[in-house]
């Protein structure tokens, strides 16, 4: 039975962590929340210093109170963002850039914005706020290092990278230069899975004793083989740094970071790729709590992904962006849950997805650039799950250098 609404195809109710994981306070994300339901009546921009000091670009995008976007990767995903682009008045896509031609001129064509191939050289010859990346998992960080050494706010899809080193560099970089720095965890901007995390925060559940995902989603080998950089260590990772790194942020936004793999088990099972298909590990995370994560994607059709918390006092159960059960002993908490979420994860198809947490995230980005202010995903936090795939990575012996 359906107990509350669904996880509405619409707008912003977003909310999130801003400083690192769960350190933001929730009267401080509802205030935010605030602003982007109202957004529209916010003041003018704040604009980062761009090299070469482009004033007239400054002043007509004051007066417009629009983010312009340099946009890179026009595949799958980003052809979902382009879609939200459109929607999200205070924000304009001038630019866009992919390596196939086709791509960048159908995006192109689709925004109005002007064609490039080249990243670099759409930072060089276009005037812009800031660059939204959906390009290869691999290739996020430097891309992102790119953007802002050409005074860009970055956004970035998820995994922030697969490499530690560089994803460090990039923080370092928004650090020196207070560009905003924000990656796309979409599952954390769901209103029941923000309160569900703000409670097991407060310690509603008690001591934290167990927290574990399960991933069981299908990818068939077409996947694999339609893109040379999938199931790569270096571009992509396997399930966990592609399907399953949604879970490792979700378990670790929620219940902390991990502080030592002490079992891990990978495997590539009945696929043509050099990353697991299949794997299994058991954690403790700093808390002292521990947990098990399983990910596969040779499991047919895609299984509702499932996320589950308990401690001395209560348990509950996500599947994405949906809480599935909320329990605390003796006390009656409504967080509208519901028993199964929408097949909106991509657990069958990796395009089946739904934008809802896309839209709220990427408004909060253009926001948080407008009103100066941190956004609700930004990169310090979205490292800490790529912490834990490399140490579920290393623990079992992958040999390949994939961060440190
Ligand atoms: N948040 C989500 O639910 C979600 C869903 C799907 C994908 N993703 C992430 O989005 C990213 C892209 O995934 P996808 O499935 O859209 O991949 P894709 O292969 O469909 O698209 C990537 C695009 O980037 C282009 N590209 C590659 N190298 C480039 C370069 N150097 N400069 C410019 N363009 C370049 C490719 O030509 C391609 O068009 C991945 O990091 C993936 O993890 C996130």
């Given at each position: 039975m359906n107990k509350g609404r669904p996880f509405r195809a619409a707008l912003p109710y977003c909310a999130g962590p801003s400083r690192g994981q769960g350190r933001i306070v929730w009267q401080e994300v509802t205030a935010v929340l605030e602003k982007v339901e109202l957004a529209g009546g916010l003041p003018g921009p704040h604009r980062p210093e761009i090299p070469g000091g482009e004033t007239t670009r400054r002043e007509r995008d004051v007066a417009d109170s629009v983010t312009t976007i340099g946009f890179v990767g026009c595949g799958g995903i980003g052809m979902h963002h382009l879609k939200i682009w459109q929607q999200i008045e205070q924000a304009r896509v001038v630019a866009v850039c992919d390596i196939i031609p086709e791509r960048a001129q159908k995006a192109a064509d689709m925004m109005g914005a002007r064609p490039y191939t080249d990243m670099a050289e759409m930072l060089r010859s276009e005037q812009f706020d800031a660059v939204d990346i959906c390009t290869p998992s691999g290739l996020h960080a430097q891309q992102g290092i790119m953007a802002m050494e050409a005074g860009r706010h970055v956004l970035v899809e998820k995994?922030?990278?697969?490499?530690?080193?560089?994803?460090?560099?990039?923080?370092?970089?928004?650090?020196?230069?207070?560009?905003?720095?924000?990656?796309?965890?979409?599952?954390?901007?769901?209103?029941?899975i923000q309160k569900a995390n703000q409670l097991i925060r407060e310690g509603k559940l008690g001591r934290i004793i167990s927290c574990s995902t399960y991933v069981k989603w299908w990818r068939a080998q077409e996947y694999y083989s339609a893109d040379a950089w999938r199931g790569?260590?270096?571009?992509?990772?396997?399930?966990?740094?592609?399907?399953?790194?949604?879970?490792l942020d979700q378990l670790t936004w929620m219940a902390g970071p991990v502080a030592e793999v002490e079992y891990a088990h990978l495997d590539t099972i009945e696929r043509q790729i050099e990353a697991e298909t299949f794997a299994i590990a058991v954690v403790r995370f700093e808390s002292g709590a521990r947990g098990v994560?399983?990910?596969?994607?040779?499991?047919?059709?895609?299984?509702?992904?499932?996320?589950?918390?308990?401690?001395?006092?209560?348990?509950?159960?996500?599947?994405?962006?949906?809480?599935?059960?909320f329990s605390v002993l003796g006390e009656e908490i409504d967080l509208q849950t519901q028993e199964e979420g929408q097949e909106t994860d991509g657990r069958s198809d990796p395009m089946a997805?739904?934008?809802?947490?896309?839209?709220?995230?990427?408004?909060?980005?253009?926001?948080?650039?407008?009103?100066?202010?941190?956004?609700?995903?930004d990169g310090r936090s979205a490292r800490v799950p790529v912490e834990c795939l490399n140490k579920i990575y290393r623990k079992a012996g992958v040999k390949q250098k994939i961060g440190t």
């Open positions: 995994p922030i990278d697969i490499d530690l080193v560089k994803i460090d560099r990039l923080i370092e970089l928004a650090d020196k230069t207070g560009l905003k720095l924000a990656c796309i965890f979409q599952y954390r901007f769901s209103p029941q790569t260590y270096a571009l992509d990772g396997g399930v966990l740094g592609n399907q399953g790194i949604h879970s994560i399983e990910a596969t994607t040779n499991c047919y059709p895609g299984m509702p992904t499932r996320t589950q918390i308990f401690g001395t006092k209560g348990s509950a159960e996500f599947d994405g962006h949906t809480v599935v059960k997805i739904g934008l809802a947490g896309h839209h709220a995230q990427m408004l909060d980005f253009v926001l948080a650039i407008q009103e100066d202010r941190p956004v609700l995903c």
